[in-house]
Every structure is written in C-alpha cells, then in structure tokens.
C-alpha cells in the first residue's frame, strides 16, 4: 500500500495563477484533509471532506476550493495564487473523523 | 484558532536522557493525539489516548492524559539522536486540531 500519496512535491507558482494538489490515499479511508503549515507553526486546516460526496470548510478557506474526485482522491485548488499562500499543504485521510490522521508527504508550493 | 498548545516550544537534550513535552488545551475533547514530524516530512501519528484513558504506553512513549486539568504530556525515554523532530498534539472534538508543536533535538 502506498497510503497517502501527494503531487507534486514541489512547485512554484506567479500571483495570479492556478493550480490544482492532488492527493489520493489506497486505505479506503472516508474521509480526508487538506491542511496548510506555515514556518515553525502546527497544522491548519483548510478543507476537509467527512465522506465521499461531501466537503465542508476549515479554519482558513479563503482562496481554494476542493473537489472529492471519489472515495480515494480529494484535490486542492488554488484559483489565483497570492504570495500568502507560500507554504506546505499536507493531505490527510481517516478512517472514521475523530480518529488516527495518515499524512502525505507534503507540497511545497512557493508564489511569488 | 490552536485548540493544543504545546510546551515548551523547545527542547535540546543528550542521548540518553528522558524528553517530556506538555500539551493544554480548552475545551472537552473526545481523544488526545501525539505526532511526530521530521524535518520537511508529513506527520507520523504516535499513540491515541482516550478521554476515558489516564495514561498509555508504546515503546519508549508514555503519555498521560489529565481531563480535569485539560492537559496531556508525551515522555520520551532514553532518547536517541533519531528522535530529533518536532512533536505535535492534536485534540479531537469534531475535527482535529493541531497545537504549535515542540521541536526536540537530542545530542549523540
């Protein structure tokens, strides 16, 4: 199983450009989550998705939007990148809400 | 909003000795959970401790858990160089919610 997987790795962005964050997970796992970690700080979340078919805002939505593709993969949009969104967005899915998070490895995205 | 806040923020220590990390937090929770990240890595979960549960072990890990007192605390013991890496708590309401973490370097 390759859990939870992230493209790309890396990417540098322009303001005012979009890109999409893939991420899809193998544990049939139902639900998933993106967060977004900024230099020597924890782990905000952005969206997350309970279940397939379903998507509901976290702490800092502003500026994407996510789509639950199906039960494996849930992608990350950025419509028009600013440079406050330089960062590392990980991807996470669980089996059930409350319980133990499995990680991506990570998207280091750098606008400028 | 950071429901976990970890303590201290830092933590620098010789191989060999024990690391114990601090997490508080405000509201009533449904369990408290431990993560591990080395450097440019994703998290890696540690253990999962119930509201109901006082104290678990896994390996080297010890974590507690004071409902009463809102807190939980990790101790590492006899660490290694290995374990060099920043250490997260996260407590589950609805969602998790991540604390600040505390970055540990231990020194061979």
């Known amino acids: ?112 | 909003s950071q429901q976990g806040e970890e303590d201290p923020q830092a933590l620098s220590i010789q191989e060999g000795e024990n690391a114990t990390m601090n997490c508080s937090y405000k509201t009533s929770i449904n369990n408290l959970q431990w993560y591990r990240q080395n450097s440019g890595r994703g998290l890696v979960h540690l253990i999962l401790i119930r509201s109901n549960e006082r104290e678990k072990h896994s390996g080297r890990l010890r974590v507690t858990l004071d409902t009463s007192k809102k807190s939980s605390s990790l101790l590492i013991t006899a660490s290694r160089a290995a374990d060099t890496a920043s250490y997260f708590c996260a407590t589950a309401e609805d969602k998790l919610i991540f604390g600040a973490g505390t970055r540990l370097a231990v020194h061979p």
């Not at chain 1, 890396?10 to 450009?17: D, N």
């Not at chain 1, 994407?64 to 330089?86: D, I, W």
Request: with cysteine; charged share 15%.
């Open chain 1, 1 to 112: 199983n390759a859990g939870v997987t992230q493209t790309p790795k890396f990417q540098v962005l322009k303001t005012g450009q979009s890109m999409t964050l893939q991420c899809a997970q193998d544990m049939n796992h139902n639900s998933m989550y993106w967060y977004r970690q900024d230099p020597g700080m924890g782990l905000r979340l952005i969206y997350y998705s309970a279940s397939e078919g379903t998507t509901d805002k976290g702490e800092v939505p502003n500026g994407y939007n996510v789509s639950r593709l199906n039960k494996r993969e849930f992608s990350l949009r950025l419509e028009s990148a600013a440079p406050s969104q330089t960062s590392v967005y990980f991807c996470a899915s669980t089996l059930l809400r409350q319980e133990t998070q499995y990680f991506g490895p990570g998207t280091r995205l750098l606008v400028l």
